[in-house]
């Protein structure tokens, strides 16, 4: 235990078994084996992560896209990357680009975003459950073109069969505090976007706590023609 404590060796699985059991705690075990399988993944800042580039991180995450079937995604002030069109996606990612000085490839990051949502949103064997801030729809990145098209584009996409989209309007009484905006990958793992860094969770019970987040978040949005009406009301604020 002492090797493992200090880092001088990995726990192999029968070490967590072990260890779990005569913690009195065997029920941890999952917990346990998730975190140490995914630990170097866990914590990435966004300069690393972004060191050669926007687009290579977009490619990058395609298998775990196609391998999923039920995505939950709540984002607090944008719209999420599966519903953004090339021209708010570049817009969004020259912003970010500027920000941490990295290499320019937004207009390409764009439209392998591009790919990805055609590959995996348009596909009626899966399901969407999206639930934005009504402040995503407000926050403007290009020009009023490309957020009318944008915000145009959620329309379109909330009548889609396989897509729950829900907007919490600004004036809703809260149930849950507005988070982080992160996506659940069916039951498997949790990606949370901070501010410097991306986290990954594969723990059960994370991912688990996760999931009742995004339940209560979910209760307080609008659906269908509510959600549409917010969305005409930000589209008739850019004029």
């Known amino acids: 235990m002492?090797?493992?404590e200090h880092g001088v060796t990995s726990p192999s699985e029968d070490d967590l078994r072990v260890y779990a059991e005569h913690s009195g705690a065997p029920q941890d075990y999952q917990d346990l084996l998730a975190?140490?399988?995914s630990i170097e993944e866990m914590y990435v800042e966004w300069k690393r992560l972004f060191g050669n580039g926007i687009a290579p991180v977009q490619e990058a995450a395609l298998p775990l896209y196609e391998r999923t079937r039920h995505f939950r995604i709540y984002e607090p002030g944008v719209i999420?990357?599966?519903l953004q069109t090339p021209a708010?996606?570049?817009?969004l990612m020259g912003r970010i680009i500027d920000f941490w000085g990295i290499p320019d490839?937004?207009?390409q990051a764009a439209q392998v975003r591009a790919v990805r949502k055609a590959a995996v949103l348009r596909d009626a064997g899966r399901q969407f459950g999206i639930v934005v801030e009504e402040s995503a729809l407000r926050a403007v990145f290009g020009d009023t073109e490309?957020?009318?098209a944008q915000l145009g584009h959620l329309m379109t996409v909330s009548l889609w069969q396989q897509v729950s989209l829900g907007v919490i309007p600004m004036g809703a009484e809260?149930?849950?505090w507005p988070n982080e905006g992160f996506w659940i990958f069916d039951e498997d793992r949790v990606l949370i976007e901070l501010a410097s860094a991306e986290v990954t969770l594969t723990q059960p019970s994370e991912v688990g706590t996760y999931t009742r987040i995004f339940a209560e978040l979910a209760r307080m949005a609008v659906y269908g023609k509510a959600a549409r009406t917010l969305l005409?009301?930000?589209?008739n604020a850019l004029e």
């Not at 708010?88 to 817009?91: R, S, T």
């Not at 005409?232 to 589209?235: G, K, L, R």
């Open 232 to 235: 005409t009301d930000a589209i």
């Open 174 to 176: 809260r149930i849950m």
């Open 35 to 37: 975190a140490a399988s």
């Open 88 to 91: 708010y996606a570049a817009a």
């Open 2 to 4: 002492s090797r493992i």
């Open 80 to 82: 999420p990357g599966l």
């Open 146 to 148: 490309t957020m009318a």
């Open 105 to 107: 490839d937004a207009e």
